[in-house]
């Protein structure tokens, strides 16, 4: 299994970014997938997630309503589209997937499969 991150970049307060996710070598259709960010020097922190089979989505408070998870079964690939985005909103992005039928969950440790992250900076 193999998940590769792609996307980010330096942009400017109030600025936008999609985030890809593409994930390579299982059954996409049966995965949920969360993005996951760690800001130098802090924990890494849940930011959104989707599930598998009902499209459920969940966000952390910080991102609700400025962010929007989806996700394509026939591409293999999540979206993570920002909008609006903050300085605090600096971070190295991951994409995560959790073992196959499992739910979103905000646990960090309890996703078995992640990539390399994506850099967002955002510049005040």
């Known amino acids: 299994v193999q998940l590769q991150a792609s996307g980010g970049g330096l942009v400017q307060a109030g600025d936008s970014l999609r985030l890809s996710c593409v994930v390579r070598?299982?059954?996409?259709?049966?995965?949920?997938i969360s993005w996951f960010r760690q800001a130098s020097g802090r924990e890494r922190e849940f930011v959104a997630g989707?599930?598998?089979?009902?499209?459920?989505?969940d966000y952390s408070d910080s991102v609700k309503g400025r962010f929007t998870i989806s996700r394509d079964d026939a591409k293999n690939t999540v979206y993570l589209q920002m909008n609006d985005l903050k300085p605090e909103d600096t971070a190295a992005y991951y994409c995560?997937?959790?073992?196959?039928?499992?739910?979103?969950?905000?646990?960090?440790?309890?996703?078995?499969?992640w990539g390399p992250g994506t850099q967002v900076t955002v510049s005040s």
């Open positions: 995560k997937a959790r073992k196959p039928r499992y739910g979103v969950s905000r646990q960090d440790n309890e996703y078995t499969y």
């Open positions: 070598g299982r059954a996409f259709s049966t995965t949920s």
């Open positions: 989707i599930g598998w089979n009902t499209g459920y989505t």
